[in-house]
């Protein structure tokens, strides 16, 4: 090779590192796609009345055969219905699942989903901690079987610095959604009692009602999606927001596989848990705003 052929080697070198950077961005690109829907801005429904409380209690006093949830007014913080208007945004259709959670743990060493026995134990919760053990990560490996479930033993800060990576990755801005926002995407504009209608079936979601009293993955109950195309909306897991109920607790939605009724799967229902809990009935979703809200 002589001396005259180098600068034109060099440049076919460039330009075939180019061309192969080009052509590997659109697959960099959709290997972070994730699925979300559109919930367009205006006003929706929020909250509930005397009526649907009464209608709640009533699932949970014929499902669990006792008057716990109405005795200890679990409901009564509902805000009265109201509309309430807000901004378009994007919500992801499912809640992360196990395999999507698992790239940011590979990518950033993050903490993996678990809990120890003690940690456990000071939750002080029904759930014994063998049953958690299903849902532990082992070193970085996603329990056998269950990479297309919901990724649950996360706490806020954890949901909170996946949506920081995600949005690093894809350059949207991810985060999780407020109260209201995720009660939109789950109800539809008219505030129904649930996702699909105003009568609880328990063939359209994930609840105790009819098992299989674990995560399933996500998007089993297609029939049971929101007016927006919002899949598992109602049980499977509570979902975190970024609404704070008291100091250094949030607001959960959507109920879980371990509820039986449904009155806590209705998107209208309040739940709280401290923000450091790493619950195995508790996961989550993201939210982004449209590019032109940027």
């Known amino acids: 090779m002589t001396a005259s052929h180098r600068p034109v080697i060099r440049w076919l070198g460039i330009l075939s590192a180019l061309t192969l950077s080009l052509l590997m961005a659109p697959i960099q690109a959709r290997a972070f796609d994730v699925a979300t829907v559109s919930v367009p801005a205006g006003p929706f429904i929020q909250g509930s009345d005397r009526a649907e409380r009464e209608a709640a209690y009533r699932l949970d006093e014929a499902a669990y055969g006792h008057s716990i949830t109405r005795k200890n007014k679990w409901y009564e913080s509902e805000p009265a219905r109201k509309p309430v208007d807000l901004p378009a945004f994007h919500i992801m259709r499912t809640p992360v699942t196990n395999a999507l959670y698992a790239r940011f743990v590979n990518s950033t060493g993050h903490r993996v989903p678990d809990v120890d026995q003690k940690t456990w134990r000071d939750y002080r919760l029904v759930h014994p901690f063998k049953r958690t053990r299903q849902f532990a990560w082992v070193g970085s490996k996603v329990p056998g079987g269950r990479d297309l479930h919901p990724v649950v033993m996360v706490s806020r800060a954890d949901a909170e610095a996946f949506a920081k990576w995600l949005s690093a990755e894809t350059g949207k801005r991810w985060a999780l959604p407020t109260e209201q926002q995720w009660e ?9 009692r649930f996702p699909w209608g105003n009568a609880f079936n328990p063939d359209l979601l994930n609840s105790h009602d009819k098992g299989p009293f674990t995560t399933m993955p996500v998007g089993s109950f297609a029939d049971g999606a929101s007016p927006y195309g919002l899949l598992d909306p109602a049980g499977q897991v509570f ?13 959960v939605k959507g109920g879980s596989w371990d509820d039986s009724g449904c009155g806590v799967c209705r998107p209208a229902a309040r739940h709280s848990r401290p923000d450091n809990i790493k619950h195995i009935l508790v996961g989550f979703r993201l939210v982004h705003m449209p590019l032109t809200a940027n």
Do not use: V
Request: no cysteine; hydrophobic share 25%.
């Open 239 to 251: 979902e975190w927001t970024s609404t704070p109920s008291s100091a250094q607790r949030s607001i």
């Open 184 to 192: 939109k995407a789950a109800r539809g504009p008219n505030g129904n």
